[in-house]
């Protein structure tokens, strides 16, 4: 059986000039490039409003959200948090971001749905509130696997407010990576900074990665 391929100009011209072994490989290669490329269309986001642009917040302003009320599919489950709007403070994506202190340390959480045996990176934007002490605000992110034993993977952050400001917030890339025992998880993200300007993060999301990315990872 044969197999029609297409082949650039580049490919044509390279295998014409290789002998027939180097051809044959180059020929296979340029065969199964097409279906690499269907299988790495990004699947569907796993976490919703990871931006925190919904809702929309007036300009120039904040909402507080206390324990038990929703940002989108994101609940506060602990304390209350500040959900800023455009030009309050430079946000890492979009106009808006989380301040996740508001009159008190607070807590967000959204259940995300997991492949069993899946690697994922949970991945997000981290600057702190520069309006109020502690210069150094303290938190961490977590995520919670339903299933037996809740398998759990956490990682603390902190981040200085020296020389930073609402125009200059100075946002740094955090990333952690869990392996799934379970089809959903909680995602969670707290403030244990206290005094009401916490920690500040926005962009998040979470991906999945090649499951060596997750070797090291317990549990
Ligand atoms: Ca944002």
Known sequence: MTVPLRRSPQVSRLISALPPVCAVALSIAAAAAPAAQARTV?????????????????????????????????????????LTG???????????????????????????????????????????????????????????QHTLGHPTVQKNFIFNTAGKSRGNMGYVAQRYRFRAFAPSATLTFASTTGGGYGPVVDAVNVSQSNPIECRLVRP
């Open 42 to 82: 990004p699947p569907s986001p796993m976490l919703a409003n990871g931006g925190f642009e919904a809702p929309a917040i007036p300009v120039n302003s904040f909402i507080r959200y206390g324990t038990g009320s929703t940002i989108g599919p994101w609940r506060v489950s602990q304390g209350n948090v500040d």
């Open 86 to 144: 455009a030009n309050f403070w430079q946000a890492a994506d979009g106009r808006q971001s989380l301040d996740l202190e508001g009159s008190d340390s607070g807590t967000v959480e959204q259940q995300i749905p997991t492949r069993i045996g899946g690697c994922y990176t949970v991945t997000f934007a981290l600057a702190g509130n520069p309006d109020g002490g502690p210069t150094v605000k303290r938190g961490f992110t977590r995520v919670v």
